[in-house]
């Protein structure tokens, strides 16, 4: 799996447990960042013990995406280790407390089981097993320019605030979204953040932004 090298860097500060923004065009290669890491994770006992992770859950703004992710999830590491939470029928891996190696989910879902509200009905445990799993994951919030919503900008704001301050890894990637929009999403959380631009671009970096220059073709990618 070929990763491009905005993706790369992305990994490289996860691995030192540094949250980051990731900001590259649609089509980079974004989303396999989740596939990935959960195979790190899932390999490496000594990455999964630095990062104290040991799952990806990967939060998407539509259920579409989530379906279609997870099928390609599927078709690269078989159904054992993959899993969802959407209120769509993908079969038997529908994963209510986030217990999978990776799990594709809702913001929604998402949103109610961090505030302890578990969405989908399970006999074997309350939502604090779902809680407990998200905050011994890697916690990927993509496509984060559709959520542009008030409501939902601010629901990402706190739990990217409350995931920080407990050291859990977190990554924000979009493909475009204004350095104002930025600010306001992180707010006062430290990451670090990475854009990825056209080689040759006349870019300004901020103060502390990474740039990665890179041959950009206007094709999409696989993933």
Not at 114 to 135: D, H, N, Q, V, W
Not at 138 to 167: G, Q
Not at 196 to 201: L, P, Q, S, T
Request: charged share 25%; net charge positive; with cysteine.
């Amino acid at each position: 799996m070929a990763l491009k090298e905005g993706v790369k860097r992305a990994l490289e500060y996860i691995a030192q447990g540094v949250p980051v923004f990731l900001r590259a065009p649609t089509g980079y290669g974004k989303s396999f960042l989740s596939i990935v890491l959960a195979k790190m994770i899932y390999e490496c006992e000594e990455f999964r013990r630095s990062i104290a992770a040991y799952r990806v859950i990967h939060v998407l703004p539509f259920k579409s995406i989530v379906e279609d992710l997870y099928r390609r999830a599927v078709s690269v590491w078989g159904e054992g280790h993959v899993g969802y939470q959407a209120s769509i029928d993908l079969g038997s891996a529908k994963d209510p407390i986030f217990r999978r190696r990776l799990i594709y989910t809702t913001l929604d879902s998402f949103v109610l089981n961090f505030s302890k509200i578990t969405p989908l009905r399970t006999e074997r445990a309350t939502y604090e097993a779902a809680r407990a799993s998200i905050y011994t994951s890697v916690v990927i919030f993509d496509e984060a320019h559709l959520y542009a919503t008030p409501k939902a900008l601010a629901a990402i704001k706190t739990m990217l605030e409350s995931l920080t301050k407990a050291k859990a890894p977190v990554i924000v990637a979009t493909a475009t979204m204004p350095s104002s929009l930025v600010d306001k999403l992180v707010g006062s959380v430290d990451v670090k953040l990475i854009t990825v631009v056209k080689e040759g671009a006349k870019y300004k970096p901020r103060p502390g932004e990474e740039v990665v220059e890179e041959k950009l073709s206007d094709e999409r990618l696989a993933v």
